[in-house]
């Protein structure tokens, strides 16, 4: 939070008070600290033990499941891939890319592998 806060106040405090004054400066802040709330507590549930109710939300966490334990250059969305699909980085399962040579260096090794097997079986990888 300590780079994210002034980060998100030196965007939108200038922004929000040229259109609308004081106002609109705490109103743009406001709107952006939501938004980065919203979109952190949508990251932190791809990565907890909890299936989604909505099939909406389940896809959108196998696919960031598969950024951290297939390919990590790609499927770079957490609330949605409307971006990825635009900027050709989304892939909709594993046989779509290879598996990148570093994506266990993202905390997932042999040991992980064989507590979490089910992290393995979804990204199809060949251990």
């Not at 909406?56 to 409307?82: D, P, V």
């Not at 994506?103 to 090794?109: D, S």
Request: with cysteine; proline share 4%; hydrophobic share 40%.
């Amino acid at each position: 939070m300590y780079t994210t806060l002034p980060t998100i106040a030196v965007v939108t405090l200038p922004v929000g008070g040229l259109i609308g004054g004081s106002l609109g400066a705490a109103a743009a802040m406001a709107a952006a600290l939501g938004s980065t709330l919203f979109y952190e507590f949508r990251h932190c549930v791809e990565h907890l033990r909890y299936t989604p109710r909505s099939r909406f939300l389940r896809r959108i966490k196998q696919l960031h499941l598969l950024h951290h334990f297939h390919n990590e250059h790609g499927n770079y969305g957490i609330t949605n891939f409307f971006w990825d699909r635009m900027i050709g980085t989304y892939y909709g399962h594993a046989g779509k890319v290879p598996c990148s040579a570093t994506v266990f260096n993202l905390g997932y090794a042999e040991e992980e592998c064989a507590r979490y097997p089910w992290v393995a079986r979804i990204s199809e990888n060949k251990q």
